[in-house]
């Protein structure tokens, strides 16, 4: 039994100097070009109550988060906070709203940090190209860190199918 304790303890001990050698930072971009104009992109993301035709988390939590939506729910200033046992508590701001150019956020996570999110609109002949971006600070803790490895194929599938409903959205619309 006392070789057991002391294999758990060799384990936690080398788990957490592997996390504290992790990337102390997550970010994560990816790009998809629509065959639409900017501004069919812009107002879907730019209007937070549109965010439940698109958002993967909105889509994965829809029975689980209560949202609550600030008096402004349109570009800089917007925001919307979200509670629930299962999605965990949080808010959405847009701190910039560029119309046409870029939209700029802020993700609150509580406890858990606040996390930076961009998206730009860059015209390519006829269709626009949407990056989508993320940045997290992971800080020091180990646990954190090892989190912000498991959390990242999740957050690229979040950003895939963020991105290709955006597209059909998007692409659904007429030109203005």
Sequence with gaps: MKKFFFGL????VLLAIVGLMLPGKMEITRHITIAAPAENI???INDLER???????????KDDMQLTYGDKRVGSGAWYSWTGKKSGDGKVT??????????KTDLDFMEHG?????????????????TIGFSSDLGPNPISRWFGIIMKP????AFDYNLTHL?????AKPVK
């Design 9 to 12: 303890l060799a384990l936690l």
């Design 42 to 44: 812009f107002e879907e």
């Design 51 to 61: 965010w439940g035709r698109w958002s993967y988390w909105n889509d994965l939590y």
């Design 94 to 103: 847009i701190t910039e709203s560029i119309p046409g150019s870029s939209i």
């Design 114 to 130: 606040v996390a930076k999110g961009w998206y730009t609109f860059t015209p390519k002949n006829d269709s626009t190209q949407l």
């Design 154 to 157: 999740e957050m690229n599938k």
């Design 167 to 171: 597209k059909a959205l998007a692409e």
